[in-house]
């Protein structure tokens, strides 16, 4: 039976795979199409924003400047998330550098010795949060012409990862090993701990641009065949920034709160990714994305009756301000390109 079901499962991946190609080729410029997209928004956005973040944060890591500043949250991160001080800056951080940054830093803080198996996984449940960069500047100001949605936005998800944190705590009681290892090694010296935090964050942002690229690509031959209220659905789910783009179109910004909250699918493998051997529950991982998101279009909902925002925002079908321009473009493509420079030089100097 175990075979048989081995067998099943082979073969439905195989199946899988291979309508995925008969699409690909059948509807090949939409394909071609989304994966353009997915360029663009890679370099116009993606890479000028995260890189420099995601550097931040390992830099901010390897130099043990996040265990020192963690020994001052030590009590309040554990008692509220059931953690050791050394993760709440990566926490903190989540907030601030975009959806992959805390899986970086918890990656890197697992490397260092600095916090258990068990704190990385539950760390890695709840500190997940787009950056104000995104969530201000691309959804409130270009998307929905509202610089205090934006700003709604950004409150109410950072109150979620809160509630979430909490709430694992309260469920699931504290992390194994909240104390940091005895026997972790020392930081490292800045220069070197500089070079290997540039390397991760390169590697970690070619990661990233693959699965957007990847991800828009797919969700580029979904809209060629389906309708469009399906493919405004798809696209809240597998792609969070073409998710809220469409949703900017006349739907709530309730909706659009849940999409930033959850995330997306894209988003989740970009996690995956960068956590690297940190293992969580991937189930768990997408319940609690989904209740995320359920939280995050609540608290949006009590924000917007705090302070009101006209709501023709939500209804409009004017053309939304670029997310990107030439120089945004010329940007995030010298920083690709010094990207892979980088990685290059330094596989050559490890040989």
Do not use: W
């Given at each position: 039976?175990?075979?048989?079901?081995?067998?099943?499962?082979a073969?439905?991946k195989a199946?899988?795979?291979?309508?995925?190609c008969?699409?690909?080729?059948?509807f090949s410029?939409?394909?071609r199409?989304?994966a353009a997209?997915?360029?663009?928004l890679c370099l116009?956005v993606?890479?000028p924003?995260?890189?420099?973040?995601?550097?931040?944060?390992?830099l901010f890591?390897g130099?043990?400047?996040c265990?020192?500043?963690?020994?001052?949250?030590?009590?309040p991160s554990?008692?509220?998330?059931g953690?050791?001080?050394a993760?709440?800056?990566v926490?903190?951080?989540?907030?601030i550098?975009g959806?992959?940054?805390?899986?970086c830093g918890?990656a890197?803080?697992h490397?260092?010795?600095?916090?258990?198996?068990g704190e990385?996984?539950?760390?890695?449940?709840?500190?997940?949060?787009a950056?104000?960069?995104f969530?201000?500047?691309?959804?409130g100001?270009s998307l929905?012409h509202?610089?205090t949605?934006g700003?709604?936005?950004?409150?109410a998800?950072?109150?979620?990862?809160?509630?979430?944190?909490?709430?694992?705590?309260?469920?699931?009681?504290k992390?194994?090993?909240?104390?940091?290892?005895?026997n972790?090694?020392?930081?490292?010296?800045?220069?070197?701990?500089l070079v290997?935090s540039?390397?991760d964050a390169?590697r970690?942002?070619?990661?990233?641009c693959?699965?957007?690229?990847a991800?828009?690509a797919?969700m580029g031959v979904?809209?060629?065949i389906l309708?469009?209220?399906?493919?405004?659905v798809?696209y809240?789910?597998?792609?969070?920034s073409g998710?809220?783009?469409r949703?900017?179109n006349?739907?709530?910004a309730?909706?659009?709160?849940?999409?930033a909250?959850f995330?997306?699918?894209?988003?989740?493998f970009?996690?995956?990714?960068?956590?690297g051997?940190v293992?969580v529950?991937k189930?768990?991982f997408f319940?609690?994305?989904?209740?995320q998101g359920?939280i995050t279009?609540a608290?949006t909902?009590?924000?917007?009756?705090l302070f009101?925002?006209r709501t023709?925002?939500f209804s409009t079908r004017?053309?939304?301000v670029?997310?990107?321009?030439g120089?945004?473009?010329?940007?995030?493509?010298?920083v690709v390109?010094?990207?892979i420079?980088f990685?290059i030089?330094?596989?050559?100097y490890?040989r």
């Amino acid at each position: 039976m175990v075979l048989n079901g081995a067998k099943s499962a082979a073969a439905a991946k195989a199946a899988i795979v291979s309508f995925g190609c008969v699409m690909i080729t059948v509807f090949s410029e939409p394909c071609r199409q989304g994966a353009a997209q997915g360029v663009e928004l890679c370099l116009g956005v993606l890479a000028p924003s995260l890189f420099p973040f995601l550097a931040a944060t390992n830099l901010f890591v390897g130099s043990g400047a996040c265990s020192a500043t963690g020994r001052l949250l030590q009590r309040p991160s554990a008692a509220l998330f059931g953690v050791s001080g050394a993760a709440a800056p990566v926490i903190l951080l989540s907030l601030i550098g975009g959806y992959p940054a805390g899986a970086c830093g918890v990656a890197a803080l697992h490397r260092q010795g600095s916090i258990s198996d068990g704190e990385a996984q539950r760390t890695a449940l709840f500190a997940v949060g787009a950056g104000p960069g995104f969530l201000i500047s691309y959804v409130g100001s270009s998307l929905c012409h509202s610089q205090t949605l934006g700003y709604i936005l950004l409150a109410a998800q950072a109150l979620s990862v809160i509630i979430m944190g909490t709430g694992l705590r309260i469920v699931f009681g504290k992390a194994d090993n909240i104390s940091a290892k005895e026997n972790k090694p020392p930081p490292l010296p800045f220069s070197e701990s500089l070079v290997l935090s540039v390397t991760d964050a390169a590697r970690s942002v070619l990661v990233i641009c693959a699965f957007v690229t990847a991800f828009s690509a797919a969700m580029g031959v979904a809209a060629g065949i389906l309708p469009e209220s399906v493919t405004t659905v798809l696209y809240a789910a597998a792609d969070v920034s073409g998710g809220v783009t469409r949703l900017a179109n006349g739907h709530s910004a309730e909706a659009i709160a849940f999409a930033a909250g959850f995330g997306g699918l894209c988003v989740h493998f970009q996690i995956f990714a960068a956590l690297g051997s940190v293992k969580v529950n991937k189930l768990l991982f997408f319940l609690i994305r989904i209740i995320q998101g359920l939280i995050t279009a609540a608290l949006t909902h009590f924000g917007l009756l705090l302070f009101p925002v006209r709501t023709a925002v939500f209804s409009t079908r004017a053309a939304p301000v670029p997310a990107s321009g030439g120089s945004g473009a010329l940007s995030g493509a010298v920083v690709v390109a010094v990207c892979i420079c980088f990685l290059i030089s330094i596989k050559q100097y490890r040989r």
